[in-house]
């Protein structure tokens, strides 16, 4: 989140060094001390040097990196460090973000979804598509420890994919670095200043927040955007070098007992030069209010993290950052209030929010964590866009009776889906069970069904020159649903030990949940898909599949009107391939207005629930 200035401020007193050398016999370029790295903060850097190389031919949704590609550019980066004989000791990612962060997170989401409000505007008719394939992206080091290049202004318009951390951490974890990744119950950024602290490490973020930590005297900071490759001396050696800043130096050679007080100075007067800063920070606080002010900003850079004493109890090293983060509320004494952030969909932002989709799956799931760690009256919230901006919606969790009945109910409609789809690939079985649960999310919430068409390019990438809002509403609605099993997957292996071993539901439910595929493989990109010519051609086949899988787990309204909707179709030559150039009769008149789920009685969401912003 940053001290703006603060590192500009502290540029022409940081040391350029040499991190490692690509010889480890060089005697000349010794290794610099061990790295820990922001995890969640190279994410987000790798991220943008994917997008800044894609080719301009690309239009801004096809050029967002794939999650594959994102959690393999973290490998090669970490790769090449450790080729450079850089030792890297931690990868920390967060697991919880502290009350006094909500805001600033709230304002984030607000801003991405207003920047895709502003995209969906400009795109109102859909987005051409690319007009000749590029192929798959050739990640090299050289983009990803490139900082000059800078990313396409048609590529700004669309915030990130919504899933790229935890897809980073599903690489990682199948990776032989999977021993130095931790996800912490606090900040990353807490965690990495506390062995820069107690072992003298350099930590590797983005954030200008740690050099306000106490890292000790040999604690440092490196920036992602001030490191780069380049060739040295004599013998021409391959190295990595960066500009290190050591806080505690930086404090000496400016004559301030502390850096933190000079990190203060800045933060709090956004017009002061840095002299005048330094100068201020050399001298003792006199006001009551500015010591109290002091003190509070000094509460937010502790290396002992309040919530170090659940390290230990909380195993929540295999959780996305988000499912972590609620567990750790509901581990936390005292909580009133439970706050589930989910991430930004790319969809449409003037339709119904694509989270609707799964709302009954991710209650069951929050039902199962709550219940089982005794919070009693606390208060559940989910947070997602709803209309034209993010708010909170009051969670009904199911009693004891209603997870029963739904866990039966969820074991036959997924051993349904396993026994119609057995014999075809695990990710595009479950990707067909995804859309055969939106599709019946449409018929219960009395709408029109997407398009054949818009149902085929979702599910195989088939090509057209629009891209239509139908189908990237449809896709984000499939994604919706497909992260809200592994919700529900993460939290039952997460509450496995605490469930009754005789609920009828549980071991039928995981062995079918355990199958579900990682990110990159449930989640392909676009592009991806349609390099799969195996179900691409064959549309009766795909949709045959799909109302199969409707039929079996009884939802027989739906099939009825996919095939009036083939039907209607086959002597239709007015919808685009895309589905880009119809609108439903509710779109037309304008009233498909913001509804919320209304899946089953234990589900719905109340009337009188509680929206609002934090």
Same mark, same amino acid.
């Not at 980066?77 to 805001?103: C, M, T, W």
């Not at 935890?166 to 931790?182: F, G, K, N």
């Not at 997924?414 to 075809?424: F, H, N, R, S, V």
């Not at 099993?485 to 009754?500: A, C, H, M, S, V």
């Given at each position: 989140m940053g001290i703006p200035r603060l590192t500009s401020y502290c540029l022409p007193y940081s040391d350029s060094s040499i991190l490692g050398c690509g010889d480890s016999k060089c005697s000349l370029h010794k290794t610099h001390s061990a790295l820990v790295i922001d995890g969640p903060g190279l994410a987000h850097h790798l991220y943008y040097r994917l997008l800044a190389s894609q080719p301009?031919?690309?239009?801004?949704?096809?050029?967002?990196?794939?999650?594959?590609?994102?959690?393999?550019?973290?490998?090669?980066?970490?790769?090449?460090?450790?080729?450079?004989?850089?030792?890297?000791?931690?990868?920390?990612?967060?697991?919880?973000?502290?009350?006094?962060?909500?805001?600033?997170r709230q304002s984030r989401l607000n801003a991405s979804l207003s920047l895709l409000k502003t995209f969906q505007a400009y795109h109102s008719h859909g987005i051409r598509s690319w007009e000749n394939f590029p192929g798959p992206h050739h990640i090299t080091t050289e983009v990803l420890f490139e900082t000059t290049s800078r990313i396409p202004?048609?590529?700004?318009?669309?915030?990130?994919?919504?899933?790229?951390?935890?897809?980073?951490?599903?690489?990682?974890?199948?990776?032989?670095?999977?021993?130095?990744?931790?996800?912490?119950?606090?900040?990353?950024?807490?965690?990495?200043?506390?062995?820069?602290?107690?072992?003298?490490?350099?930590?590797?973020?983005?954030?200008?927040?740690?050099?306000?930590?106490?890292?000790?005297?040999?604690g440092a900071v490196i920036f992602f955007n001030q490191i780069e490759k380049k060739t040295v001396g004599k013998k021409s050696c391959a190295v990595i070098s960066a500009q290190t800043f050591c806080p505690s130096s930086i404090a000496k050679r400016l004559g301030v007992t502390e850096f933190s007080r000079l990190a203060f100075e800045v933060k709090s007067d956004p017009f002061i030069t840095f002299l005048e800063a330094s100068k201020r920070a050399q001298k003792e606080i006199q006001e009551v209010t500015k010591q109290a002010l002091y003190e509070k900003f000094l509460g937010e850079y502790l290396t002992e993290d309040s919530l170090?004493?659940?390290?230990?109890?909380?195993?929540v090293h295999h959780l996305d950052p988000r499912v972590a983060e609620l567990a750790v509320q509901c581990a936390s004494q005292g909580q009133e209030e439970l706050q589930m952030y989910l991430p930004l969909l790319i969809d449409d932002p003037s339709r119904v929010s694509a989270w609707n989709v799964g709302w009954d799956l991710r209650c069951f799931s929050y039902s199962l964590l709550s219940s089982n760690n005794s919070l009693g009256e606390s208060k559940l919230y989910e947070y997602s866009r709803r209309g034209g901006r993010i708010v909170g919606y009051k969670v009904s969790k199911m009693t004891k009776n209603q997870q029963l009945e739904y866990g039966d109910?969820?074991?036959?409609?997924?051993?349904?889906?396993?026994?119609?789809?057995?014999?075809?690939p695990v990710a595009f079985a479950w990707r067909i069970c995804a859309m055969?649960?939106?599709?019946?999310?449409?018929?219960?919430?009395?709408?029109?069904?997407?398009?054949?068409?818009a149902i085929m390019a979702v599910l195989t990438g088939i090509v057209s /020159?629009? @891209?239509?809002?139908? %189908?990237?509403?449809? *896709?984000?609605?499939? $994604?919706?649903?497909?992260?809200?099993?592994?919700?529900?997957?993460?939290?039952?292996?997460?509450?496995? /030990?605490? @469930?009754?071993?005789? %609920?009828?539901?549980? *071991?039928?439910?995981? $062995?079918?949940?355990?199958?579900?595929?990682?990110?990159?493989?449930?989640l392909p990109s676009h592009l991806s898909l349609s390099e799969d010519s195996a179900y691409r051609s064959n549309r009766d086949m795909v949709l045959g599949l799909i109302k199969t899988t409707l039929t079996e787990s009884n939802q027989l309204t739906a099939v009825a009107l996919l095939s009036e909707r083939e039907e209607v179709d086959k002597v239709s030559s007015q919808v685009d391939v895309y589905g880009s150039t119809k609108k439903s009769k509710k779109q037309k008149n304008g009233s498909e207005k913001e509804t919320v789920p209304t899946k089953a009685a234990s589900t719905k969401r109340p009337d009188n629930c509680i929206a609002y912003l934090a």
């Open positions: 301009t031919t690309l239009n801004a949704i096809d050029a967002q990196p794939s999650y594959e590609e994102i959690g393999r550019a973290f490998i090669i980066y970490l790769r090449e460090l450790q080729e450079h004989n850089i030792s890297v000791i931690r990868v920390y990612f967060d697991g919880y973000l502290p009350f006094s962060k909500r805001a600033t202004d048609k590529f700004k318009g669309l915030p990130p994919t919504p899933f790229f951390v935890p897809a980073v951490l599903d690489a990682l974890c199948a990776s032989d670095y999977a021993d130095i990744v931790e996800i912490v119950p606090g900040e990353a950024d807490s965690y990495c200043a506390r062995i820069a602290n107690v072992v003298g490490a350099t930590v590797l973020t983005g954030d200008s927040d740690l050099l306000a930590y106490d890292l000790g005297l040999d170090s004493s659940l390290e230990e109890s909380l195993k109910s969820l074991r036959r409609r997924l051993g349904a889906m396993k026994t119609c789809l057995e014999d075809i055969s649960e939106t599709l019946s999310w449409y018929v219960e919430d009395g709408r029109a069904l997407p398009a054949n068409q /020159e629009t @891209l239509g809002w139908e %189908t990237i509403q449809l *896709s984000a609605q499939v $994604e919706g649903a497909l992260y809200s099993y592994r919700i529900l997957k993460q939290i039952l292996g997460y509450t496995w /030990e605490d @469930l009754p071993a005789i %609920t009828p539901w549980k *071991s039928e439910v995981w $062995e079918l949940l355990e199958i579900l595929p990682s990110l990159d493989q449930m």
